[in-house]
């Protein structure tokens, strides 16, 4: 074996190099089947300072690094393209006790979600963004791509929630700015520029986040409507008057019928509708009137059920959150996961299909997403070899209409040679001067983000 598997071992111990195919195949191919390669080596480290020698000693050698958390990441970014060393941070799992004055808590990088959100519960206190794959999601992984997720609405992106960072970048230095201050204007704010630049400038190992308060009173409305116009009357009502607004979802009937199929799920209405939209209001107080009186005096309702025990919450919550489960057992879809302004999302919907069609006449896409910030997440099946197409078609018309290729999963591989439809020449040049003032030698996700 090279010399540089033997430095590793020393750094992190010989059980957490691992060289074997059998050991490293379960890192090398992300959980939608869609990306795969194979890793040189997976490297477990335990703590910040066995990431920085690990590091340092990748870059003495010239070997490239590919980061990984949960590997719950939807665009490729975590997954190696061939032959890097594969850095695996779930071995960095401590959290530290929640300070509930600055309501603030510092975990290092390899957390996942649910045990942060258990951890912040605990002491009276919630965190801000939640999301489907929270029991495996890394808090790494989720700030270097910035994830949002279901309470978007309400508390932000995960950038929003980064009062502090730990990273190291490409030759070991490892920078901590973990002050929590929430003001600090002393210079340029480059723990918000290391969140979201998956994984290409740095490697988060600790993060300062903001908790939120815990509000236990819940009750969410699963709607039906007639359409995307009418989900979105519904969605400017319940910004209007419901002051405890906390998510508004969108998904239609073809993926209905995925859901509930898999998850053996009743139909939730008599009579089938054009769109469904999840309301959820969270308060310290019972939101439930508020949320019956907007339902029973909106014209966009034609039916509504309202739960708000823990039971109907998860059970109305299932038809919105088994759908990438539903979609990923029915096929390897092409997963496109885009934005546009609220204005333009209806007649997105609308020329969708026909253009995943167009390119690729077997295929169906199915969409749903987050409504309030005009995020459909567009999973394309059955596109066969098409895959390439259907991605540009889908970016292309997404990017007529004035939005975003990437929402809140990133670009990865999987969108980094779409970047220039969302981005000015002059904004990606600026971004590869950053990346060339920090990696020189491009160690640190190659092929991610920036296009080669
Ligand atoms: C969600 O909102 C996730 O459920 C996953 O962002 C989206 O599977 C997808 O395409
Ligand atoms: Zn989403």
Redesign the pocket.
């Known amino acids: 074996m090279s010399d540089l598997e033997d430095e590793l071992r020393g750094i992190v111990g010989p059980s957490h190099v691992l060289v074997d195919g059998d050991l490293r195949a379960p890192y090398e191919t992300d959980w939608t089947r869609r990306f795969t390669g194979s890793a040189r080596c997976v490297v477990r480290p335990g703590s910040t300072a066995e990431v920085s020698a690990v590091v340092r000693a990748c870059a003495a050698a010239g070997a490239p690094i590919v980061v990984q958390g949960g590997n719950t990441g ?1 665009v490729g970014a975590g997954v190696p393209a061939g032959g890097e060393v594969l850095l695996s941070l779930t071995r960095l799992g401590r959290i530290e006790p929640v300070d509930p004055v600055e309501a603030q808590v510092t975990v290092e990088a390899g957390v996942t979600l649910e045990k942060l959100q258990a951890h912040a519960r605990a002491a009276g206190l919630d965190f801000g963004v939640d ?2 794959a929270r029991s495996a999601a890394t808090v790494g992984g989720m700030i270097a791509t910035n994830a949002g ?2 309470r978007v609405l309400r508390h932000g992106s995960m950038r929003a929630q980064v009062a502090g960072l730990e990273a190291v970048l490409p030759d070991g230095t490892v920078l901590t700015r973990l002050t929590g201050l929430a003001k600090d204007n002393t210079g340029y704010d480059l723990n918000q520029l290391l969140a979201g630049s998956e994984g290409t400038l740095a490697i988060l190992t600790r993060a300062r986040l903001k908790l939120v308060p815990l509000l236990p009173a819940r009750v969410v409305a699963l709607v039906a409507v007639a359409g995307t116009d009418a989900a979105l009357d519904l969605l400017a009502a319940a910004r209007a008057r419901l002051a405890a607004l906390s998510a508004a979802e969108i998904f239609y009937p073809d993926g209905l019928d995925l859901v509930r199929s898999y998850a053996k799920l009743p139909a939730p209405f008599t009579e089938p509708a054009g769109a469904y939209v999840v309301l959820e209001c969270a308060g310290r107080t019972d939101p439930t009137d508020d949320v019956l009186e907007l339902l029973s005096t909106c014209d966009a309702v034609e039916d509504a059920t309202v739960a708000s025990d823990r039971a109907g919450l998860d059970r109305l919550w299932s038809y919105r ?1 088994a ?2 489960e539903a ?1 990923s057992a029915a096929g390897v879809p092409t ?1 496109l ?1 885009v934005c546009v302004p609220l204005g333009e999302l209806s007649t997105l919907v609308a020329e969708l299909p026909g253009a995943v069609t167009a390119v690729a006449p077997a295929a169906r896409a199915i969409l749903f ?2 409504l309030n910030e005009g995020n459909l ?1 567009v ?1 394309v099946l059955d596109a066969g070899e098409r895959a390439e197409e259907v991605t540009d078609a889908v970016l292309r018309l997404v990017a007529a209409h004035r939005g975003s290729i990437s929402s ?2 990133g670009v990865g591989r999987a969108k980094a040679p779409w970047l220039a439809l969302s981005r000015t020449p002059e904004e990606i040049a600026a971004m590869r001067r950053i990346k060339a003032a920090l990696d020189p030698a491009g160690l640190l996700n190659p092929g991610v983000l920036l296009p080669h």
Do not use: V
């Open positions: 939807l999301l489907a997720g279901i959150e759908h990438t979609i997963k996961d997403g987050h997440h999973n809140e999963h």
